[in-house]
Nanobody, 123 residues
Framework: QVQLAESGGGLVQAGGSLRLSCAAS????????MGWFRQAPGKEREFVAA????????YSADSVKGRFTISRDNAKNTVYLQMNSLKLEDTAVYYCAARMQRYSVHPDEYDYWGQGTQVTLSS
């Protein structure tokens, strides 16, 4: 079992920045590829970014490329999502997820999920 806990969400003005963190516990963190997803009201959960077990490989959705950066610190069992130039449409609950295989853009391929952290943008 892997337990995941997100933090760092909040209310921010459009154009601002936030850094989300996801702390993992329970198993060897470096055994898991990690992903960030988000879900806005009335919408399906969508892929945001993912990172390999080593942290050497990352992939981001087109909607966030150039604005969001995923990273991880295996010594701290934590994955991060640095979000810059935030837009109103980035408002959502953000979730981190873990899987033992190579990272994926499909939420149903992840084994463990956090509870989510709310990110709200204001104009």
């Amino acid at each position: 079992q892997v337990q995941l806990a997100e933090s760092g969400g909040g209310l921010v003005q459009a154009g601002g920045s936030l850094r989300l963190s996801c702390a993992a516990s329970g198993r060897t963190f470096s055994d898991y590829a990690m992903g960030w997803f988000r879900q806005a009201p009335g919408k399906e959960r969508e892929f945001v970014a993912a990172i390999s077990r080593s942290g050497l490989s990352t992939y981001s959705a087109d909607s966030v490329k150039g604005r969001f950066t995923i990273s991880r610190d295996n010594a701290k069992n934590t994955v991060y999502l640095q979000m810059n130039s935030l837009k109103l449409e980035d408002t959502a609950v953000y979730y981190c997820a873990a899987r033992m295989q190579r990272y994926s853009v499909h939420p149903d391929e992840y084994d463990y999920w956090g509870q989510g952290t709310q990110v709200t943008l204001s104009s």
